[in-house]
T-cell receptor, first 113, second 112 residues
Framework: DAGVIQSPRHEVTEMGQEVTLRCKPI?????LFWYRQTMMRGLELLIY????????DSGMPEDRFSAKMPNASFSTLKIQPSEPRDSAVYFC???????????FGQGTRLTVV | GQQLNQSPQSMFIQEGEDVSMNCTSS?????WLWYKQDPGEGPVLLIA?????ELTSNGRLTAQFGITRKDSFLNISASIPSDVGIYFC????????????FGTGTLLAVQP
């Protein structure tokens, strides 16, 4: 299996622009997680889906952030409009539900200038 | 966001030394996981623990699921330079919730 695939690996954008991060989970996994990692706050869970349904989005920082999972093999995290404080590494992870471990993608490093 | 308390924050050791780190929470978890993150990469799973009191080894790594289900420990024996990285614990509520929460991380530096 190719593992969790994220794109792009790096994104540099200007403040105010829309940013879309993409994730393809491991085939057969039914849970998907979006995390944000910064030096100050570590790894923060933003949102997670079970069977394509958002279960907990309490970690989404504000309305500028939105996430979708239209099918079992694809998810997006969108920031509109982006701000410099959104600069971070965003990780997607997937797992087979219940008490099983999550596998991470390589992340998207976002820089908003 | 919610995080687990992990200590120490950082460790600087000599090659060959043993390392211990731990993770505590006010919540009970059904599963404890330990990950390692190398620079520029995503976290990679090292050990998974599924039962209170469980002690599991993976090579030079040994981890334990605390009896109270509110803590976990990771030990690395005879450290080598490639052990350098950030180690994260993670607690999984499991079941219908299936929410994975990460610790604050321990930065490990190993001097040859």
């Amino acid at each position: 299996d190719a593992g969790v695939i994220q794109s792009p690996r790096h994104e540099v954008t200007e403040m105010g622009q829309e940013v879309t991060l993409r994730c393809k989970p491991i085939s057969g996994h039914n849970s998907l997680f979006w995390y944000r990692q910064t030096m100050m706050r570590g790894l923060e869970l933003l949102i997670y889906f079970n069977n394509n349904v958002p279960i907990d989005d309490s970690g989404m920082p504000e309305d500028r952030f939105s996430a979708k999972m239209p099918n079992a093999s694809f998810s997006t995290l969108k920031i509109q409009p982006s701000e410099p404080r959104d600069s971070a590494v965003y990780f997607c992870a997937s797992s087979w539900g219940g008490n099983t471990e999550a596998f991470f993608g390589q992340g998207t490093r976002l820089t908003v200038v | 966001g919610q995080q687990l308390n992990q200590s120490p924050q950082s460790m600087f050791i000599q090659e060959g030394e043993d390392v211990s780190m731990n993770c505590t929470s006010s919540s009970i978890f059904n599963t404890w996981l330990w990950y390692k993150q190398d620079p520029g990469e995503g976290p990679v799973l090292l050990i998974a623990l599924y039962k209170a009191g469980e002690l599991t080894s993976n090579g030079r790594l040994t981890a334990q699921f605390g009896i109270t289900r509110k803590d976990s420990f990771l030990n690395i024996s005879a450290s080598i330079p490639s052990d350098v990285g950030i180690y994260f614990c993670a607690g999984l509520y499991g079941g219908a919730t299936n929410k994975l929460i990460f610790g604050t991380g321990t930065l490990l530096a190993v001097q040859p």
